[in-house]
Each structure stands twice: as structure tokens, then as C-alpha cells.
């Protein structure tokens, strides 16, 4: 099925463990982001990608890494997970995202105690 | 930075026309965006406008720019219980187009 896979689904945490978020797209797009969504506060970009090994940091990178090895991958990995991170984190993915927009994921939905 | 405001709820009778608002503070943003969210998924794109344009119709949805007054507004015709959902409003601009910037999304309730 063509689209943007993002696994686990789930997840709880302990404060301290660190995690990867998985995100992979069969659409051979280009441009890939990661955001977070918070109750009353939209979606916030955390780390976006133009292409194989180029990404950039968006709005709030803090506690976050990314690579972005093939154009089909992009994780994201939470080095020293905090309650601060509770949030659901969703993949997009873009062939031209100014004329076409992003296609998301499902997401997925953190939870650090 | 750039800000993307949206009211938070709106409740409309199955049938009647309902009209979500964003107001946006960028005035460079190009491209202007309506996507959907409905419970326990992601995001779908609704439809999009470019800066150059005032309007745009596809079936059951109109999207009208105010670039004067940085207003974007979705309205959808015949509302059904279907439509029921979050619905965010986001913008990039030339430059930056990879980056969208949401709104806080407004949740649409349809009633009998």
C-alpha cells in the first residue's frame, strides 16, 4: 500500500530511556518532516528532510535527532526521553510539498512517565 | 515567527454550510492549506490555495483569500456527519516551502 508507514503505534517510556520512531514512504518523495502534536497547539515542526542526507531542524528540535540515509527513511530517534515529550508524532512526506502538501502518517502516540 | 490562528470549535446542523477561519500574521505565505483530521488519524489534505489566487471550488468546498487582511476561510457546503472532524489550517511560503506552520485546528461538530 503506497503512503507513509509509521511504527510503533504505541509507546510508553520511562523519563531517561531513549527510542526510535520509525517512518518509511514507498512514494519516492523527497521532502519528509517530522511534528508533534500537542492538545491546543497544532502541529509543531520538530526536524524536516529535502533529500538523502540533508535535514534541518524546525521549530522544536530539542531532545530529537534525525538521518536520513535513503529517500525512503526517515527516523527519529529521542536521545533521553522526558514527560515533556508526551505527544503524538506524525511523518509526512512530499513529492513538491508547495504544490502537492504533505501526506501523513498515522502516528504515533508517546507516552513518558 | 509566523502565526497561524483558527477558533476552536464549531458546531453546525447536519445540511446547513459551515465555515471554518484562519487568520495568518506571514505576509509572504504562498501557499495556504485545509486539512483534515478526523479521530485517532492523521492528517488528510483537503485542498490548498495559492497567494495569487481570491478563491478556489472543489465540490462540496470553497476556499476564499483575503491577502489584504491575511484571512483564509473553508466552507463546506450540505455538512454531513461525515465531515465531523478537526480541521487545521496551515501555510509556507516561497522560500520555505518544505516548512508548514498549522494552526491550533478547529473541531467541527455536526448535529441532527
Known amino acids: 500500500n503506497a503512503g507513509v508507514t509509521q511504527t510503533p503505534k504505541f509507546q510508553v517510556l520511562k523519563t531517561g530511556q531513549s527510542m526510535t520512531l520509525q517512518c518509511a514512504q514507498d512514494?519516492?518523495?523527497?521532502?519528509m518532516s517530522w511534528y508533534r502534536q500537542d492538545p491546543g497547539m497544532g502541529l509543531r515542526l520538530i526536524h524536516y528532510?529535502?533529500?538523502?542526507?540533508?535535514?534541518d531542524q524546525g521549530e522544536v528540535p530539542n531532545g530529537y535527532n534525525v538521518s536520513r540515509s535513503t529517500t525512503e527513511d526517515f527516523p527519529l530517534r529521542l536521545l533521553s526521553a522526558a514527560p515533556s515529550q508526551t505527544s503524538v508524532y506524525f511523518c509526512?512526506?512530499?513529492?513538491?510539498?508547495?504544490?502537492?502538501?504533505?501526506?501523513f502518517g498515522s502516528g504515533t502516540r508517546l507516552t513518558v512517565v | 515567527g509566523e502565526d497561524v490562528e483558527q477558533s476552536l470549535f464549531l458546531s453546525v446542523r447536519e445540511g446547513d454550510s459551515s465555515v471554518i477561519n484562519c487568520t495568518y500574521t506571514?505576509?509572504?505565505?504562498?501557499?495556504l492549506y485545509w486539512y483534515k483530521q478526523e479521530p485517532g488519524a492523521g492528517l488528510q489534505l483537503l485542498t490548498y490555495?495559492?497567494?495569487?489566487?481570491d478563491m478556489k471550488q472543489d465540490q462540496r468546498l470553497t476556499v476564499l483569500l483575503n491577502k489584504k487582511d491575511k484571512h483564509l476561510s473553508l466552507r463546506i457546503a450540505d455538512t454531513q456527519t461525515g465531515d465531523s472532524a478537526i480541521y487545521f489550517c496551515?501555510?509556507?511560503?516561497?522560500?520555505?516551502?518544505?516548512?508548514?506552520?498549522f494552526g491550533t485546528g478547529t473541531r467541527l461538530q455536526v448535529t441532527l
Open positions: 528532510s529535502v533529500g538523502a542526507g540533508i535535514t
Open positions: 506571514d505576509s509572504s505565505s504562498t501557499y
Open positions: 512514494m519516492n518523495h523527497e521532502y
Open positions: 490555495i495559492f497567494s495569487n489566487m
Open positions: 509526512a512526506s512530499s513529492y513538491s510539498p508547495g504544490h502537492y502538501g504533505y501526506t
Open positions: 496551515a501555510e509556507s511560503n516561497l522560500g520555505t516551502a518544505s516548512k508548514l506552520t
